[in-house]
């Protein structure tokens, strides 16, 4: 199949930064693109060739917008999977699968997968809904503290929460979820394997996701992981593993905790490009983005070695700003060795809204993270209006 | 002046794979663009804001295009220089200056410019036609063999011949030019210059530029240099020269000789990124392309060090072959570590057109030589039809 500069088409669900920066590749390569995304405003509007407003939950827009492309990828995993699952059965090559999406789309079955699988794992019981979770509570059935997840439509935190008492309960959507044991881990890892139609496979490096103290919040992206080569080997072949056996195509994020005994267990996949791969664009010799291409086009993939040491910070709106956005001191930041900013392209910010990140290389790992932190410290995404 | 995400408009003259390139760090930068291009066609149509088809030749279009934006650059010399003069007359920021383009367009005055400010160069005398040439020659005021250079619109080799014997100038142009005494040299070497309004001025590595053995065509493009610090260092040092005597904003290559005995002359230059940079977006710290938004919206410069040794093969049309571009074995040498096509997105190909380049990135720079070598060996651009 001749992909470059040809009639090919390639289908893009979701039209968002991870969208805008696979689009990067796929203008390098001269491919055809197709995206359909609900916002006029999505980011990946320009630099595609053909771009879709419309509903990605809606069967007959994901459908009908699949007829028109012959390869189909998603950049965010809440679209219509009946939709591909025809579109599939009907022969359109549909990577990451349809079948693999709905074992990952919903954390129960997730985690079951797991087992199945004798893959490490924290222990977790299902609930239909909330109510069954008090009651097993009550029957103490069910030790606190444990971590509530939504089994569904959670993402970045959100749909999780630390539950050490019962009214923390308050407030949760009484819907379908899981309780999971606490374990506690010394770090949070993450391994991206790409994988082609052809089972070529390929990890990138182990990457660290460091936390800030109080907040328990992710402030940087750490690649190599500051961590024993055992540990790193160990979290690679479970990587591997778990993409193997979710037979998946495509970049699979594998979300890991290194526990206190140096045991290292699988907490989440995301079937995509991932935050936690941004770092590549500039650290790898081959971006997440290009290997997703690759992988899905089944492609050779591309090296997924470092040149550099990477330290990737997520630029985040300011709490107490909502407007059009500014970058205060992004000049500044331009003007320290290996700094790259990424701004997504979102005109309007909002307290927590994800409006782009910064890249730090540099040969020396400590100095990066260095240099992340005074970054971190630096650039604040701000607005022309305060919020009342 | 904020650039990110806002109001802000940057203009481009000219839509081509150079302007193209740079479209990829206007995006990531979130960075509004119009681009002004002749074509339908045009590698930038998409990727960048606003499309305008014209003529960058016309006055009026040049001009009429200049007031849409706050500042305007190129991407080709090929553009009206009395409508950029006029509007930098009227206060736009236009980078390079006209000022600067004006002295470097005809290289009869670019020349006459290294000698009024003792820039190291080959000797050589201008003449208004061809016809003069030939007076002087028969006059035996002017020595055989000689290069002969038009002094405008030349490109790509086009426009400069080397003149054995008289009869080696039949069928060339009557027009303007100059005839340049011919130097045994080495190599060919180029540094990139990029300089800000405020004066930050950082140079990228030297480049070499490898011939093939017969035909006089630059091969392969290697950074850094394979060459005596002394003599890097000596180019650097005259690159930096030739960009403050310009005054340039912006990227500036400096083509340059290294004699036989390792003296370093001024071969021409180019106000603009570059095919001796395109390395850069793998090799380098900062890309040449973003380093020319930043020069040009006066930012601070990045830095220009490499990760790795980098090697650029370019993609022309097979001798032979006219039509619907097919890139012979690009899947290969997709397989192999480190190696990257950027096709420019022509969807017709023809005998010797510029389709793209390939960029081989590697720890060991003979190992990227090698590689270099089997990529050239290997990948054809060619097209469903053969020529007859």
Same mark, same amino acid.
């Given at each position: 199949?001749?992909?470059?500069?040809?009639?090919?088409?390639?289908?893009?669900?979701?039209?968002?930064?991870?969208?805008?920066?696979?689009?990067?590749?796929?203008?390098?390569?001269?491919?055809?693109?197709?995206?359909?995304?609900?916002?006029?405003?999505?980011?990946?509007?320009?630099?595609?060739?053909?771009?879709?407003?419309?509903?990605?939950?809606?069967?007959?827009?994901?459908?009908?917008?699949?007829?028109?492309?012959? *390869?189909?990828?998603?950049?965010?995993?809440? *679209?219509?999977?009946?939709?591909?699952?025809?579109?599939?059965?009907?022969?359109?090559?549909?990577?990451?699968?349809?079948?693999?999406?709905?074992?990952?789309?919903?954390?129960?079955?997730?985690?079951?997968?797991?087992?199945?699988?004798?893959?490490?794992?924290?222990?977790?019981?299902?609930?239909?809904?909330?109510?069954?979770?008090?009651?097993?509570?009550?029957?103490?059935?069910?030790?606190?503290?444990?971590?509530?997840?939504?089994?569904?439509?959670?993402?970045?935190?959100?749909?999780?929460?630390?539950?050490?008492?019962?009214?923390?309960?308050?407030?949760?959507?009484?819907?379908?979820?899981?309780?999971?044991?606490?374990?506690?881990?010394?770090?949070?890892?993450?391994?991206?394997?790409?994988?082609?139609?052809?089972?070529?496979?390929?990890?990138?490096?182990?990457?660290?996701?460091?936390?800030?103290?109080?907040?328990?919040? *992710?402030?940087?992206?750490?690649?190599?992981?500051?961590?024993?080569?055992?540990?790193?080997?160990?979290?690679?072949?479970?990587?591997?593993?778990?993409?193997?056996?979710?037979?998946?195509?495509?970049?699979?994020? *594998?979300?890991?905790?290194?526990?206190?005994?140096?045991?290292?267990?699988?907490?989440?996949?995301?079937?995509?490009?991932?935050?936690?791969?941004?770092?590549?664009?500039?650290?790898?010799?081959?971006?997440?983005?290009?290997?997703?291409?690759?992988?899905?086009?089944?492609?050779?993939?591309?090296?997924?070695?470092?040149?550099?040491?990477?330290?990737?910070?997520?630029?985040?709106?300011?709490?107490?700003?909502?407007?059009?956005?500014?970058?205060?001191?992004?000049?500044?930041?331009?003007?320290?060795?290996?700094?790259?900013?990424?701004?997504?392209?979102?005109?309007?910010?909002?307290?927590?809204?994800?409006?782009?990140?910064?890249?730090?290389?540099?040969?020396?790992?400590?100095?990066?993270?260095?240099?992340?932190?005074?970054?971190?410290?630096?650039?604040?995404?701000?607005?022309?209006?305060?919020?009342?």
């Amino acid at each position: 199949m001749n992909y470059f500069s040809s009639d090919f088409k390639l289908g893009i669900l979701g039209g968002g930064q991870l969208g805008k920066m696979l689009l990067y590749d796929t203008r390098k390569f001269d491919i055809q693109t197709y995206v359909l995304d609900p916002s006029d405003e999505a980011p990946c509007k320009i630099a595609c060739d053909h771009f879709f407003k419309g509903d990605l939950m809606n069967f007959e827009t994901v459908y009908n917008f699949g007829k028109l492309v012959d *390869v189909l990828t998603f950049e965010i995993e809440l *679209v219509n999977l009946e939709a591909l699952a025809k579109l599939e059965d009907e022969g359109l090559k549909v990577y990451p699968s349809p079948k693999t999406l709905k074992l990952i789309q919903n954390k129960g079955i997730q985690k079951d997968f797991y087992i199945q699988h004798s893959i490490p794992t924290a222990n977790y019981k299902r609930f239909p809904n909330l109510k069954s979770v008090v009651v097993d509570i009550l029957d103490s059935k069910l030790k606190l503290p444990f971590v509530w997840k939504c089994t569904e439509f959670g993402y970045d935190g959100n749909g999780v929460k630390v539950i050490r008492q019962i009214s923390d309960l308050d407030n949760l959507a009484n819907v379908e979820c899981i309780a999971e044991e606490m374990i506690p881990f010394k770090n949070e890892l993450a391994v991206i394997v790409c994988r082609n139609p052809s089972g070529d496979i390929k990890t990138y490096p182990v990457v660290e996701m460091e936390f800030h103290p109080e907040a328990n919040q *992710v402030e940087y992206v750490i690649c190599p992981a500051r961590i024993d080569d055992k540990v790193s080997e160990k979290a690679r072949a479970i990587a591997l593993t778990v993409s193997e056996k979710f037979n998946h195509v495509g970049l699979l994020a *594998v979300e890991m905790f290194q526990t206190e005994d140096d045991e290292v267990i699988v907490n989440e996949v995301a079937p995509r490009p991932h935050n936690s791969g941004h770092y590549s664009i500039e650290a790898s010799y081959t971006s997440q983005f290009e290997n997703h291409l690759r992988a899905i086009l089944d492609l050779p993939l591309g090296k997924t070695d470092s040149k550099v040491a990477g330290i990737m910070v997520n630029l985040v709106g300011e709490e107490g700003f909502s407007g059009n956005v500014i970058y205060e001191n992004i000049e500044k930041i331009l003007g320290w060795d290996g700094v790259t900013p990424h701004i997504y392209g979102k005109k309007q910010t909002r307290p927590f809204r994800k409006m782009g990140h910064v890249t730090i290389i540099n040969e020396n790992i400590s100095e990066a993270r260095r240099i992340a932190e005074d970054v971190k410290n630096t650039i604040r995404v701000i607005s022309d209006k305060l919020n009342n």
